[in-house]
Nanobody
Framework: QVQLVESGGGLVQAGGSVSLSCAAS????????MGWFRQAPGKEREFVGG??????????YYADSVKGRFTISRDNARNTVYLQMNSLKPEDTAVYYC????????????????????WGQGTQVTVSS
């Protein structure tokens, strides 16, 4: 049974930083491309960024809205993917989800929710102004 469990959300002031983790189990983590998405109230779930499974650490890809502020990394030994969020803005407030894509050996980072196979339960990040 595949499980993705996010942690690290919370309340932060604008300009601050938050680090999220997503621990995976029940899958060969090193073979999965991983994505981060977010969903604000009344809005559709949107792509934040992702990292490929690539053996040398993975290739990352980010939405324009977070490029330069957010960083995704992964630790295959710990079956965990991370989302470091800096220079946070109130518009970053959302529930953040990690997702796993089983399209190995493709290294293409997918950007739409239906393309992902597994999802975590989400963690709330609230940025106050």
């Amino acid at each position: 049974q595949v499980q993705l469990v996010e942690s690290g959300g919370g309340l932060v002031q604008a300009g601050g930083s938050v680090s999220l983790s997503c621990a995976a189990s029940g899958l060969i983590f090193s073979r999965y491309n991983m994505g981060w998405f977010r969903q604000a109230p009344g809005k559709e779930r949107e792509f934040v960024g992702g990292i490929s499974w690539n053996w040398n650490g993975g290739r990352t890809y980010y939405a324009d809205s977070v490029k330069g502020r957010f960083t995704i990394s992964r630790d295959n030994a710990r079956n965990t993917v991370y989302l470091q969020m800096n220079s946070l803005k109130p518009e970053d407030t959302a529930v953040y989800y990690c997702a796993a894509d089983a399209s190995w050996p493709s290294t293409r980072v997918l950007t739409t929710p239906p393309e992902y196979d597994y999802w975590g339960q989400g963690t709330q990040v609230t940025v106050s102004s």
